[in-house]
């Protein structure tokens, strides 16, 4: 075991995914001699060559389709886009071919491609560096949508996604990347893609969560004595419906937390899903605590981020039913 932040965890899961496998490339805007913008390529590029840690232009339309290029001809490709924000140049090379492939070819081609990209606040960045935007993505069928709320999350999500013969986006929570460690393990071991894990236990609220919220949640659970299910969904496409009706059957009380806007966020399908299969269950309404539906500001991003004291006000909404 060794203590590692998420950018060490997934610098070392490249690392050693590319010894293993020569078919590994990665791709994207100073990914190689500078290590990439938050470092989590670092030494990469002169362990392996400039052949299979390629520094890219900064086209991100041309990173996309390159890497599904390289994909379909029998490469692993990981590119990179160096944040969230601008990954939308790249928007149609990614649902309109490399979430369609399988489904076009009827199944002959396939698309085995790994797109990293660090999302969402907490390093005020402004409107063009802090957007989430993983409710575009998991809209769209062929793609699986990842993000890790920890170190060793971020490997065993990294070498399940590695493994899948599909695309799959890989948002990483810049806010996360170091702020803080834990025990990692050496050996290789897979977190499977699909599969919510409760993270805390309790029996009067579900708190359905991801990302960079996991911790704002578990601070405030443990905080204030909150007796409550915590769930990190890990995988946001497909998403781990059972999970999420289990505990809300169990509670009663479900609240969902996430730093993307508000309307058409997770956060409404996942209401939607509970409303059609959990109703009869449900002892309050089903709440959101969410980013706005405004630009990522600069100078007020403590406010927009969901935080301790948003998420006791629906605390206590959902204490005024009982």
Same mark, same amino acid.
């Given at each position: 075991m060794t203590s590692m932040n998420m950018v060490q965890a997934l610098n070392s899961t490249l690392d050693a995914a590319m010894s293993k496998d020569d078919s590994i490339i990665l791709l994207g805007e100073d990914i190689g001699i500078d290590g990439g913008v938050f470092r989590v390529t670092e030494g990469l590029q002169a362990k392996y060559g400039d052949v299979r840690v390629i520094d890219t232009p900064l086209v991100e339309l041309g990173i996309v389709g390159m890497a599904i290029g390289l994909a379909l001809s029998g490469i692993k490709a990981v590119p990179e886009i160096q944040f969230q924000d601008f990954i939308y140049t790249a928007f149609d090379q990614i649902v309109n071919?490399?979430?369609?492939?399988? /489904?076009?070819?009827?199944?002959?081609?396939?698309?085995?491609? +790994?797109?990293?990209?660090?999302?969402?606040?907490?390093?005020?960045?402004?409107?063009?560096?802090?957007?989430?935007?993983?409710?575009?993505?998991?809209?769209?069928?062929?793609?699986?949508? +990842?993000?890790?709320?920890?170190?060793? %999350?971020?490997?065993?999500? $990294?070498?399940?996604?590695?493994?899948?013969?599909?695309?799959? #986006?890989?948002?990483?929570? =810049? =806010?996360? /990347?170091?702020?803080?460690?834990?025990? +990692?393990?050496?050996?290789?071991?897979?977190?499977?893609?699909? =599969?919510?894990?409760? #993270?805390?236990?309790?029996? %009067?609220?579900?708190? #359905?969560?991801?990302?960079?919220?996991?911790?704002?949640?578990?601070?405030? +659970?443990?905080?204030?004595? $909150?007796?409550? %299910?915590?769930?990190?969904?890990?995988? $946001?496409?497909?998403? %781990?419906?059972?999970?999420?009706?289990?505990?809300?059957? =169990?509670?009663?009380?479900?609240?969902?937390?996430?730093?993307?806007?508000?309307?058409?966020g997770m956060g409404a399908e996942i209401s939607a899903f509970i409303g059609e299969r959990a109703i009869d269950y449900l002892m309050g309404p089903i709440l959101r605590v969410t980013g706005f539906d405004t630009p990522f500001p600069y100078r007020l991003e403590e406010y927009y981020l969901p935080n301790e004291t948003r998420i006791l006000k629906a605390v206590e909404k959902m204490q005024q039913y009982r």
């Open positions: 071919q490399a979430a369609k492939m399988r /489904y076009r070819s009827g199944g002959e081609y396939t698309v085995p491609m +790994v797109l990293r990209t660090p999302y969402g606040g907490g390093i005020r960045g402004g409107l063009y560096h802090s957007q989430s935007g993983e409710a575009y993505f998991a809209h769209t069928s062929g793609l699986t949508v +990842v993000t890790p709320s920890n170190p060793y %999350d971020a490997k065993g999500l $990294l070498l399940s996604s590695l493994k899948s013969p599909d695309p799959v #986006i890989f948002m990483e929570p =810049k =806010k996360l /990347y170091r702020a803080s460690k834990m025990e +990692v393990p050496e050996n290789d071991y897979e977190v499977p893609l699909g =599969k919510a894990s409760v #993270i805390n236990e309790g029996d %009067d609220y579900t708190f #359905i969560t991801y990302g960079s919220m996991v911790p704002v949640v578990m601070n405030t +659970v443990s905080k204030n004595n $909150l007796n409550a %299910d915590v769930i990190d969904l890990r995988t $946001l496409f497909p998403y %781990d419906g059972e999970a999420v009706l289990n505990s809300v059957k =169990k509670t009663g009380r479900p609240i969902i937390v996430h730093e993307a806007p508000r309307t058409l």
